[in-house]
């Protein structure tokens, strides 16, 4: 049984702009339970510059975020962070591991760190990540940074949620190539070679021109960027980078179709995930004594008014 929740005391400290308020909303919105109060504060958001950041396991993301972190406090953003991990597909638990490279950031009060675990949710990132982005900004956030699980064949779903998507590759790696060849050159808006000073560095960004090269691109065209995360080598132009990108969607109008984006996910979301409970109720009840997999299935479509 779920805990009762002061849903006014909530609501008191979100307003009041105190940390624990926006942990407790986001908590809230993990569980299932943030309709009212995403409903309250949605006429404010919209303020936020949005960031994902993806790529395979091991790249660097953690660190890059970090040291992303570090550049917009310089600049005096306050800074909200994202870190989606990867959870048990049994228990659903997770090591949420992802706050340890962040530990320079804990005492700032402009600084916000949530891990998210994902729970099966594929796309690499957690079902309630669109609703932690939406109470950050409506916090009152300059900078949400979203890091996704490791990226794979169907984790793109950050291009849908962010309004710009860095994707980071290592030099040397297999994951890398095989990552440009997944289709992830279409959500890129910024390529990340990390760890530069590896001596397959050059290699890999040929590689990379050589694939946009295939692609139409109308408008945008990802920029290549290199960086050492770990001594924050290249961090100031990904920054300008990145600035670059949010003033193309203002100056051209495209702001306004990666909000939209982002509401459609949302909402996507959502539906998506009170069917799928309801879905998962239906299989079970059909799968006992069904004649055969088809009939069961034109069943529990039938409770959708659907058919196959």
């Known amino acids: 049984m779920c805990p009762q929740v002061d849903f ?3 609501v008191h400290d979100f307003d009041a702009r105190t940390q624990r308020g926006l942990a407790r909303a986001i908590s809230l919105a993990e569980s299932g339970r943030a309709a009212p109060l995403i ?26 975020s970090s040291a992303l972190v570090r550049k917009a406090r310089t600049l005096g953003k306050s800074v909200g962070v994202i870190s989606v991990d990867p959870s048990s597909p049994f228990s659903h638990g ?16 402009d600084v916000f760190i949530r891990s998210m675990a994902s729970r099966g949710h594929l796309g690499g990132l957690a079902g309630a990540t669109a609703d932690a982005v939406t109470l950050m900004d409506a916090y009152g956030l300059d900078v949400i940074l979203i890091e996704t699980v490791g ?3 169907s984790e793109i779903e950050i291009a849908e949620l962010a309004q710009t998507t860095l994707v980071a590759l290592q ?46 691109f109308s408008g945008w065209v990802p920029e290549v960027v290199s960086t050492q995360a770990t001594t924050g080598v290249g961090i100031d132009e990904l920054w300008v980078a990145i600035e670059k990108h949010i003033a193309w969607l ?18 996507r979301q ?39």
């Open 8 to 10: 006014d005391t909530i």
């Open 39 to 64: 409903a309250r504060v949605y006429p404010q958001v919209g303020r936020a510059m949005t960031i994902g950041l993806t790529g395979p396991p091991g790249v660097g993301k953690s660190t890059l």
């Open 94 to 109: 997770a090591l949420l591991g992802d706050r340890i490279r962040l530990t320079e950031h804990f005492v700032d009060a």
């Open 151 to 153: 990226v794979g064949q």
């Open 171 to 216: 030099p040397g790696s297999g994951d890398s190539v095989q990552v440009l060849k997944a289709g992830i050159m279409e959500i890129a808006d910024i390529f990340i070679i990390n760890k530069a000073d590896h001596p397959m560095a050059n290699q890999l960004r040929r590689e990379i021109r050589s694939m946009m090269e295939i692609l139409q």
């Open 250 to 267: 203002k100056t051209t109008g495209k702001m306004h179709e990666k909000r939209q984006e982002a509401f459609e996910h949302q909402v």
């Open 270 to 308: 959502l539906a998506l995930g009170n069917i799928a409970v309801r879905l998962e109720d239906r299989v079970k009840a059909e799968s006992h004594g069904a004649s055969d997999p088809y009939a069961a299935a034109e069943r529990v479509l039938a409770t959708f008014n659907v058919s196959l």
